[in-house]
């Protein structure tokens, strides 16, 4: 149930992206605005990012190789073959600011399958663009990046 309204959303957020696909994207915080695929180190899947007012709404969707857990466990082979197709989703809104050559996001999470204890708190995230390429890093409590992801424009 969650994943199909997170793929609703998704769906929506498609609509809008679409809507705005034939517009010049403004450099800084609006460059954003589109459809991502995730690339390596990233696991593979998609965001949408959309501009309502001045904040931002992202949803995305990624496949991990196995259940998101906080504990390893042992899993047996039948297991790990139903985790090949593990999906997990989320969505969040995020305020934007342009620090130098990098954007500085502020994201509060509306929802995540991937960690639920999320919900509703706040996270920073460091985005370096790069024509349609992103590299981006949670920023710690420490100031410090974290471990890097990267995506791709396509629309």
């Avoid at 509060?108 to 999320?118: T, V």
Wanted: net charge positive; charged share 20%.
């Amino acid at each position: 149930m969650r994943l199909l309204l997170a793929v609703g959303l998704m769906t929506t957020l498609v609509c809008v992206g679409r809507a705005h696909g034939g517009e010049t994207k403004a450099p800084g915080c609006d460059a954003m605005v589109g459809v991502w695929q995730y690339v390596e180190p990233s696991a593979p899947g998609h965001a949408i990012i959309a501009k309502q007012g001045t904040k931002y709404l992202g949803i995305f969707v990624n496949t991990l190789p196995e259940p998101y857990t906080a504990q390893t466990t042992t899993r047996t082979s039948s297991q790990k073959a139903q985790a090949d197709s593990y999906a997990v989703a989320g969505a969040w809104e995020y305020t934007c600011e342009v620090a130098s050559d990098k954007l500085r996001l502020t994201l509060r999470w509306l929802y995540s399958s991937y960690q639920p204890q999320d919900v509703g708190s706040e996270a920073v995230l460091e985005v370096e663009l790069t024509g349609n390429q992103a590299k981006w890093w949670f920023i710690g409590a420490d100031g410090k990046r974290g471990t890097m992801g990267a995506g791709r424009l396509l629309r």
